[in-house]
Nanobody, 124 residues
Framework: QVQLVESGGGLVQPGGSLRLSCVAT????????ITWFRQAPGKGREGVSC????????YYADSVKGRFTISRDNAKDTVYLKMNSLKPEDTAAYYC?????????????????WGQGTQVTVSS
């Protein structure tokens, strides 16, 4: 049973950077697209970025284009989300989910696997 574990969150000042990691345990991410979602308190879940399983196709929400970069290392069964120029509005719990390429659905259950999340707080 594949499980996804997120890490790398924390407290950072506006304009700072973080790199989130999504590691697969109990299996491999090979063959799965990986999507990063985020959810701020009182708000709906938002698909932030996605990377395909093999051809490198990526998706970015308009709110993060030019600031966030998604990448994957299949040998390490890990997907990264590098976040630069962070803003207070990026504050949220960030989750990764594995399965089909991001469809626009915010429901983690529409993807095969997902993790417990890592908190990102952007504040001075």
């Amino acid at each position: 049973q594949v499980q996804l574990v997120e890490s790398g969150g924390g407290l950072v000042q506006p304009g700072g950077s973080l790199r989130l990691s999504c590691v697969a345990t109990g299996g491999s991410i090979h063959g799965y697209a990986i999507t990063w979602f985020r959810q701020a308190p009182g708000k709906g879940r938002e698909g932030v970025s996605c990377i395909s399983s093999s051809d490198g196709t990526t998706y970015y929400a308009d709110s993060v284009k030019g600031r966030f970069t998604i990448s994957r290392d299949n040998a390490k069964d890990t997907v990264y989300l590098k976040m630069n120029s962070l803003k207070p509005e990026d504050t949220a719990a960030y989750y990764c989910a594995g399965g089909n390429f991001y469809s626009g659905s915010p429901h983690l259950t529409d993807y095969g696997y997902w993790g417990q999340g890592t908190q990102v707080t952007v504040s001075s």
